[in-house]
């Protein structure tokens, strides 16, 4: 089955640093690939996603970055501000036509943000 | 409104104990999951519902037993519970059952089993 690898585990920056954090994943069929950032005491919260017929997707500071055939995928925060301290998971799957998909998470990373 | 509410936020309780956790969704999706995040906040998904049919069963133990009586609610009923089940239980939704689509999750109810 699919298994998605995160790292680091925590990456503490300054604020206004950029932060990335990277992913693999096992099975190449998987074509969907979320970034979910849980705040704490909170459930996790889908931030941004890209599917594999994009390379990179940007939304304001953060972006997303996919090599299929590297089978990575990384997420980019520019800017970092306090409010972006959160545990960030990154996930994979694939589409079934005819049964059900499972989202499988990395081990997430807790970003701190020193002000 | 919150989208995905569970009850309750916070469950301590001996081993040996049966318990259960509630889920609403007001979001009218289809689909309905419980996932399990452990002390080193890994998730793990356990059971998924679309329009109350089981779609996923994962490992899980058999004193773990989900219920969906209708599309907008799924419950976690836990039997005899272990030290191992500590945890923090998260219900989410989503609008299908497809694997792409979006999860919104509930704020997470955490079980301390003493």
Redesign the interface.
């Not at chain 1, 005491?41 to 889908?46: A, H, V, Y």
């Not at chain 1, 799957?93 to 079934?96: A, P, T």
């Not at chain 1, 059900?100 to 989202?103: D, I, S």
């Given at each position: 089955g699919e298994n998605v690898e995160q790292h680091p585990s925590t990456l503490s920056v300054q604020e206004g640093d950029s932060a990335v954090i990277k992913c693999t994943y096992s099975d190449s069929a998987s074509?969907?690939f979320?970034w979910?950032k849980?705040e704490l005491?909170?459930?996790?919260?889908?931030i941004i996603?890209i599917?594999s017929n994009v390379g990179e997707k940007k939304d304001q500071r953060i972006a997303v970055t996919l090599n299929k055939t590297a089978k990575h995928f990384s997420l980019h925060i520019t800017e970092t501000q306090p409010e972006d301290s959160a545990?960030y998971?990154c996930a994979a799957?694939?589409?079934?036509v005819s049964n059900?998909?499972?989202?499988i998470?990395g081990?997430?990373t807790?970003l701190q943000v020193k002000p | 409104d919150t989208a995905v509410s569970q009850t309750p936020k916070y469950l301590v309780t001996q081993m040996g104990n049966d318990k259960s956790i509630k889920c609403e969704q007001n979001l009218g999706h289809d689909t309905m999951y419980w996932y399990k995040q452990d002390s080193k906040k890994f998730l793990k998904i356990m059971f998924s519902y679309n329009n109350k049919e089981l779609i996923i069963n994962e490992t899980v133990p058999n004193r773990f037993s989900p219920k969906s009586p209708d599309k907008a609610h799924l419950n976690l009923h836990i039997n005899s519970l272990e030290l191992g089940d500590s945890a923090v239980y998260f219900c989410a939704s989503s609008p299908g059952w497809q694997a792409n689509e979006k999860l919104f999750f509930g704020s997470g109810t955490q079980l301390s089993v003493l």
């Open positions: 074509n969907y979320p979910y849980q005491g909170k459930g996790p919260q889908l996603d599917r545990v998971f799957s694939k589409d079934k059900t998909g499972k989202l998470f081990q997430g807790t | -």
